[in-house]
Each structure stands twice: as structure tokens, then as C-alpha cells.
């Protein structure tokens, strides 16, 4: 994911937050049944952002997804469809997941491994989260991707503790690089 593409989720989120007020559980809640929809058909947000999709059919559609809604959730998916960016609507939902539960002192912990975890490995993992980031109360989300190879990836909000063995490997070779470098 590109940097400005992280400031502009981080920005839709952040001003959710401040937007919703006490509301955010909430909307976060709306948004995270919405999310489902576009999760269940993965076209849907190209579709929407596409530029020869009019103004028309997006408020249709948002007028159809938002019924019931909030007017805070409403306003939100027009200012996604005005800016065309329903593609961020996953990562924009999970960004404010991770600020109501940090606002609460709780936290989705990602832990990517290059094969499943266990049940135990999930509560140990979930008691070195909560140690290393400062949380209460850690949940962990397991994710799954064979390039971690072996060890975990933690990561909470903005906060990234990297125990993988490419990692290490990658600061092994950068080590020796820098002490070939000085025997010259």
C-alpha cells in the first residue's frame, strides 16, 4: 500500500472518529456490516470508483447501502463516492476499529505467520502484544502468508514488532555488509 493512500485512510478515520463522537461504536458498526457487502463481492468498489459510473447511480446505490444508517455513516459514503474511494472502505473500516479499541485500551493484534497458529500460540502471542504495545485486553487476528516464511509479523495500528526469520535474515546480511564495508 502506497504512503499517500495510508495518510488518506488514516485521514478518513481519524475524522470519523472525531466526526462521530459517541457515536462511533455505532458507525463503526454500520460501516463493518456495509464492509460485508463489499467483501462478499469484490467488483463492487472498482465498479463504484470508476469514473464512468455517474454521480446518480452512486447516490442510488448509497441511498439503497446506507438505508437505516446513521447520518454520519450516510454522509461518509458520499464523501467515499464523491472522492471515489470505496476501494479504501476495508482498510478504512479496520483503521477505525483499531482507534475505538485503542480509545477503550483494547487492541486487534495482526500476527502474520507463514502457516496457521495455534489456540496457544494465539494467548501467548496475545500476552507478549499486550507487554510490547501497552494494551489491556489483545486480540489476536492470524494471518496467514507463506512470505513471512517462518516466525511472526505483530502488528497493532501504526506499531510493528517483525520476529520473522526474513527479517532477521535481512538484518543479518545488512550487519555484514556494514562490517565488510569498514574492513576496506
Known amino acids: 500500500m502506497a504512503f499517500n493512500e495510508n495518510r488518506v485512510i488514516n485521514n478518513y478515520a481519524e475524522a470519523l472518529m472525531e466526526v462521530s463522537g459517541k457515536q462511533t461504536a455505532k458507525v463503526l458498526s454500520e460501516l463493518q456490516v456495509i464492509e460485508l457487502v463489499f ?25 439503497i447501502l446506507g438505508k437505516g444508517c446513521s447520518t454520519t455513516t450516510k454522509n461518509f459514503l458520499e464523501t467515499l463516492a464523491d472522492n471515489r474511494h470505496f476501494s479504501l472502505l476495508e482498510e478504512i473500516v479496520e483503521n477505525l476499529d483499531q482507534r475505538v479499541s485503542a480509545s477503550n485500551n483494547h487492541s486487534l493484534v495482526i500476527a502474520k505467520t507463514a502457516i496457521p497458529i495455534t489456540a496457544e500460540q494465539s494467548k501467548r502471542l496475545s500476552k507478549i502484544a499486550q507487554k510490547k504495545f501497552g494494551y489491556q485486553h489483545v486480540e489476536v487476528k492470524n ?13 497493532a495500528g501504526s506499531k510493528t514488532i517483525d520476529g520473522s526469520i526474513k527479517n532477521k535474515l535481512v538484518q543479518l546480511n545488512n550487519h555484514i555488509k556494514q562490517a565488510v564495508g569498514k574492513e576496506q
Not at 496467514?144 to 505483530?154: C, R
Open 39 to 63: 467483501e462478499r463481492n469484490k467488483e463492487l468498489a472498482q465498479t463504484l470508483d470508476d469514473v464512468s459510473v455517474s454521480s446518480q447511480q452512486q447516490e442510488a446505490f448509497i441511498g
Open 143 to 155: 494471518v496467514v502468508d507463506p512470505n513471512v516464511i517462518a516466525g511472526v509479523i505483530l502488528t
